[in-house]
């Protein structure tokens, strides 16, 4: 009786061991990879990235708040720099 609990307990403990190496090839194989901006920019472009930032930050009392030129020019280049990075994440 005590054998034949002990063989039910290791077929079971099997069975919960083959599900979990199941799952976890399922979950390797078809898991969709999050881009992480912060680990894709390498050192030359996160400084241009942040003199870029630094340089449109810094107030001159004499232009307008809203500089629409300024901000098509941001907008494009930051178009420019996440194009980058999603061409470097799906490659």
Same mark, same amino acid.
């Given at each position: 009786?005590?054998?034949?609990?002990?063989?039910?307990?290791?077929?079971?403990?099997?069975? #919960?061991?083959?599900?979990?190496? *199941?799952?976890?090839?399922? %979950?390797?194989?078809? !898991?969709?990879?999050?881009? /992480? =901006?912060?680990?894709?920019?390498?050192?030359?472009?996160?400084?241009?990235?942040?003199?870029? #930032?630094?340089?449109?930050?810094? *107030?001159?009392?004499?232009? %307008?708040?809203?500089? !629409?030129?300024?901000?098509? /020019? =941001?907008?494009?280049?930051?178009?420019?720099?996440?194009?980058?990075?999603?061409?470097?994440?799906?490659?």
């Amino acid at each position: 009786m005590f054998t034949e609990f002990l063989f039910k307990s290791f077929f079971f403990l099997l069975f #919960i061991f083959l599900c979990h190496v *199941v799952i976890q090839h399922l %979950q390797v194989k078809f !898991r969709i990879p999050k881009p /992480k =901006l912060s680990r894709s920019l390498n050192g030359e472009k996160y400084n241009a990235m942040m003199t870029q #930032i630094q340089n449109s930050t810094s *107030v001159n009392p004499n232009t %307008q708040l809203f500089d !629409r030129e300024h901000i098509e /020019k =941001l907008n494009t280049d930051l178009q420019q720099f996440m194009d980058e990075q999603t061409t470097h994440t799906l490659s």
